[in-house]
């Protein structure tokens, strides 16, 4: 459904996407998975025929976007990051107005929001002004709007950005829904659990360069079968650990990140032991000790040195 090959966006001399190659079958969930700043945003603009590439070629639906902008913007809805409501209308109105946008009308286009409204969970409150509405309220009609046309692939970028718990597990599941009724679906975030939860396959982004490309599964396996033991020592003792802990047995790696100490270990269960009694030996305290199995955290720190969460340069 959606081909990528070598795509490059440039802003002066900086390039925001490097050489990004990816494709997605018809009905599929696929996140791009990056810090902020990695590209995410300005790959999704390019896709959906909002900014024009400057090297590469995208396809969807069999249609280049560049050349065939008018025919792509037919197959897909796009969900921004900001909130693209008026927020001086109601729900229903906003929805109206989105579907004429698309040619719609009628009693089609009636039945088409009543069935969104359904969907988003607003039907109490669809005569309110969206301006009442909490965040998660406006996040649900803001995704349900990208409906309003059935396209046959979506984007969403961001969604759950600025919401609480609560909220965001109601639009996953929403996205969720999505999924499973066959929507193609491109999905942006820095939240490696959502991407854990919903997506079939992730590609992993970084200073606009795919450094990653695969299923959940796949992407983990990537970094072999590791523990990490995490632990909190005073600042004076933390070369004596990383020369006791180059001879320990299953010792593979000792890093640092944010005044922590990283052990990386095929088998933290075993390493455990003897790292508390060296640390009992020492008379040092056992501090904020965890054991953490890999997962796409892991997989993005190995790659790029960085948590997800942390703002690409």
């Given amino acids: 459904m959606i081909e990528v090959r070598d795509l490059v966006k440039k802003y002066g001399s900086h390039k925001a996407v490097d050489g990004v190659t990816f494709s997605v079958a018809r009905g599929e969930l696929f996140g791009l998975l990056g810090p902020n700043g990695a590209g995410k945003t300005t790959t999704i603009g390019v896709l ?5 590439a400057d090297g590469g070629q995208v396809r969807i639906g069999g249609h280049d976007v560049a050349a065939g902008a008018k025919e792509v913007r037919r197959l897909i809805g796009v969900v921004p990051q900001e909130i693209a409501l008026y927020t001086d209308l109601t729900a229903r109105d906003n929805l109206m107005f989105w579907g004429r946008l698309h040619g719609l009308g009628g009693a089609a286009l009636g039945k088409r929001v009543e069935e969104l409204l359904v969907m988003a969970d607003l039907v109490d409150a669809a005569r309110r002004k969206v301006e009442t509405y909490s965040g998660g309220m406006q996040r649900r009609l803001n995704l349900v709007a990208g ?12 969604p759950t ?8 597990s109601r639009i996953l599941e929403l996205i969720a829904q999505l999924g499973r009724q066959g929507l193609t679906v491109i999905y942006t975030t820095h939240y490696l659990e959502e991407a854990e939860q919903l997506c079939d396959r992730i590609g992993v982004i970084d200073r606009g360069r ?5 299923d959940k599964e796949s992407l983990i396996s990537q970094i072999g079968d590791a523990d990490l033991i995490r632990l ?3 600042a004076d003792r933390h070369e004596a650990f990383r020369a006791a802990g180059a001879g320990w047995p299953g010792c593979t790696g000792i890093g640092e990140r944010r005044g922590k100490l990283e052990v990386r270990t095929p088998d ?9 009694e060296w640390l009992r030996a020492n008379d040092l305290p056992l501090e904020q000790l965890e054991i953490e199995r890999p997962n796409l955290e892991t997989l993005y720190l190995t790659l790029t040195g960085r948590g997800l969460r942390e703002d690409a340069p």
């Fill in 268 to 276: 933290g269960g075993r390493l455990l032991p003897v790292i508390q």
């Fill in 161 to 168: 950005v600025g919401i609480d718990a609560q909220a965001r």
């Fill in 48 to 52: 959906s025929t909002l900014l024009h």
């Fill in 147 to 158: 409906l309003i046309h059935e396209p046959e692939v979506l984007f969403l970028d961001e």
């Fill in 210 to 214: 795919l450094v990653a490309l695969g």
């Fill in 232 to 234: 909190s020592l005073p």
